[in-house]
């Protein structure tokens, strides 16, 4: 990750927070998966797979209304392996990877289903929110294009606009979280230059596994998902500088 992807993450994340009504943040965030061939995007909680009402927890519908109809008339949320893998993981991942991982008949049928309305393949970002469940942000369509580089990039992105849609995001955001040791500000500013753990291992003479530790607690202290998420919030903290 360079400067200058750092750069646009903030500048987008500022640009979702400034939004004035969750229309404009959607609009803001449709725009980023435009690049990445992502045409349409679902929002929502994920209920216990026999809830009748689950659509009750869609924050955003932006699957092909077509699609949605005939999801919900076959009774696909049961079966759907998006919505079973992001109950039980909170790592990101493409929807090809289901197939390599074996599905059930009906499970395959919902992926299959979803390819002939050109939803051929997808991105599901899982979000676990303390005491409200799991929820997912998905986006797919019939040819996508997401560089491995742009994952973390996305992944955050993804959490930040379910906050800021599902209310959940403050606007006294970072001030009652306590500030970073200055070892911890040298690590996020060498990780905001684009080094990997093992180069701010070398570079800092400490193990990896130092790093990640550090890593660990800069997560922690920022309510950060990723790297990258804990630079934007570092950055809006003026903790440190690119």
């Known amino acids: 990750m ?3 992807a750092v750069l646009e993450l ?3 994340i500022s ?6 009504s969750s229309e404009r943040a959607l609009d803001i965030f449709q725009g980023v998966l435009d690049r990445y061939g992502l045409h349409s995007f679902l929002i929502t909680g994920l209920p216990v797979p026999h809830d009748s009402e689950w659509h009750r927890a869609i ?3 932006g699957w092909p209304r077509e699609w949605f109809t005939r999801y919900e008339s076959e009774g696909h949320f049961l079966h759907d392996p998006c919505a079973a893998r992001s109950r039980l993981t909170a790592e990101p991942f493409f929807w090809h990877q289901l197939r390599s991982g074996g599905l059930t008949s009906r499970g395959r049928l919902v992926m299959d289903e979803a390819a002939e309305f050109g939803m051929t393949d997808g991105i599901c ?3 676990h929110v ?3 469940g799991p929820a997912v942000v998905t986006a797919a369509s019939d040819r996508i294009e997401v560089p491995p580089g742009a994952m973390p990039l996305i992944e955050t992105l993804c959490v930040h606009l379910f906050r800021k849609v599902g209310g959940l995001e403050s606007n006294s955001d970072d001030v009652e979280s306590p500030p970073l040791t200055p070892r ?3 690590l996020l500013q060498w990780s905001a230059q684009g080094k990997s753990t093992d180069d701010i291992s070398c570079i800092l003479g400490v193990t990896p596994n130092t790093v990640e530790s ?8 920022l309510d950060a998902i990723n790297v990258a998420h804990a630079i934007v919030k570092a950055l809006r903290r003026n903790e440190i500088q690119i």
Request: net charge negative; proline share 6%.
């Open 2 to 4: 360079n400067n200058a």
């Open 10 to 12: 903030f500048a987008t």
């Open 15 to 20: 640009e979702i927070d400034a939004a004035c």
């Open 59 to 61: 924050l955003h519908d």
């Open 125 to 127: 970002v899982p979000i």
């Open 130 to 132: 303390p005491l409200a």
């Open 184 to 186: 911890e500000r040298e």
């Open 214 to 221: 550090h890593q660990r607690n800069i997560r922690d202290k």
